[in-house]
C-alpha cells in the first residue's frame, strides 16, 4: 500500500500528538466565550478543520461576533506546547525507519498540513521528527508545506496538490497518511490514495469520508515495509 511516489503525512495526529492538547485548549476558549463544549466535541466536531470556520460555527451557535477568540486560542496553545511538549505519534519513528531502509527506492514524502508552519515546526522539533523529512535527493528542497501558503484548508484539496507540484508529482502516484475526516476528503478530492489513521476519529468515519483504507497504528504499516 505504501508503494507510490510521494507519501503526503499530515502533522497532527499524524507524526506529533497534538490532538489532545489542541483539543482541549480549544474547548476551554469556547466554553469562556459562552458555549460549554469538552474536548471530546471538540475533537468530534472540530478536529482537521479550518479555524476560521471553527469560529463561524461557534459565533453562529452563540449569535455573536468572538474577534478575540482565535488570538486567545492560539495563545495559550503555544504556551502549552512551550511549557508541556508534545510526543512523537506512536510507531512514526519506526515508519521512518522502515522508509530509509529502502535506501532510493523509498518514495519521497513531505508534510501537508492545516497548521502555520510555525506551529508545525515547533512540535516537530520536540519530538525529533524535524530532521526526519529532509529531501532525499536535494537537502534543501523545501518538504514542509502549509495551508496558509495556499490559502485552502483541509477539507479543500488545494494543499495536498499544492505539495504535490511542488515536489515534482503528479497526485495519482501520491499516498496521503491523515487522522481527520476533512484530511481524507481534500485527499480524495486531490485524486490522490489516503491511508486513515484511525485514533481519535474512528475508522467508520474515515472510510466513510473516502480514505483507501485505515490502519489503527503505524506499527501496521512497519509490518508490511519489513515483510515486502
Known sequence: MLESQLIIFDCDGVLVDTEPLTNRVLAACITEAGWAVDSAYSIAHFKGRNLADILADVEA????ELPD???????RMYEEIHQFGVPAIDGIHE???ALDAMGDDAP????GTNAPLKKAKLTLGGSGLMDRFAHR?????????????VGQWKPEPGLFLHAAAQMGHEPESCIVV???????IAAVAAGMRVIGL???TPADELLNAGATRVVE????LVAELIES
Open 95 to 97: 515508519l521512518l525507519d
Open 217 to 220: 497504528s503505524h506499527h501496521e
Open 69 to 75: 477568540l482565535l488570538d486567545a486560542y492560539r495563545k
Open 108 to 111: 519521497h514524502r513531505c508534510i
Open 61 to 64: 451557535e452563540l449569535g455573536k
Open 137 to 149: 535527493d536535494d537537502p534543501g528542497k523545501k518538504t514542509m508545506f502549509s495551508a496558509y501558503e
Open 178 to 184: 491523515e487522522d481527520s475526516a476533512a484530511g481524507v
Open 198 to 200: 484511525a485514533d481519535l
